[in-house]
């Protein structure tokens, strides 16, 4: 009886985990991102109303694409003839990267294992991120932004779809 008893209570525990993790699969869109300085200031490095998607899978696979809402067209029409100015447009106002993630519900972390990533530091890179899920709404801290490394903290929300 005691076996059958920690049977069912091993499967209720596995169920939840399985539930909490299956919670974040899915597709999201951005909603905000706001970098807070050491100084403790704050600004908006995708203007307001940014653009975005961020993907989970069920085997461990995510995707995230993060974009300033107005962008300038490229003057030439060609990508591979910008001016300087349009590339660095270009750069600061995009972010994307993809790999493999795990969730750590015990510590509420996002484990993101980075294969490809526009900002090439990121590349197979390990990077936890803190996060909430509440009402359909994820919000996760990073503490290495693109813009500012470990001096500038990140919080990033978005809305599941």
């Known amino acids: 009886m005691k076996n059958i008893l920690l049977m069912l209570l091993l499967l209720i525990a596995n169920s939840m985990s399985a539930q909490k993790k299956t919670e974040l699969l899915g597709s999201w869109t951005l909603v905000s991102v706001e970098n807070i300085n050491s100084d403790g200031t704050k600004n908006l490095p995708y203007d307001v109303n940014p653009k975005g998607f961020l993907f989970f899978d069920e085997q461990g696979n ?8 107005d962008r300038a067209k490229i003057v030439s029409g060609d990508k591979n003839k910008c001016t300087p100015e349009e590339n660095a447009a270009i750069v600061q106002g995009s972010n994307a990267h993809f790999g493999m993630y795990e969730i750590n519900e015990a510590n509420k972390t996002i484990i993101f294992n980075i294969k490809t ?8 890179t390990i990077q936890k991120r803190s996060y909430t899920l ?3 709404e994820l919000k996760y801290t990073v503490t290495n932004t693109t813009q500012g490394g470990k001096s500038v903290t990140a919080e990033v929300v978005w809305k599941k779809l």
Do not use: D, H, R, S
């Open 134 to 136: 509440k009402n359909n």
């Open 117 to 124: 990533a526009t900002f090439p530091n990121w590349e197979e």
């Open 62 to 69: 995510y995707a995230i694409q993060i974009y300033k809402n």
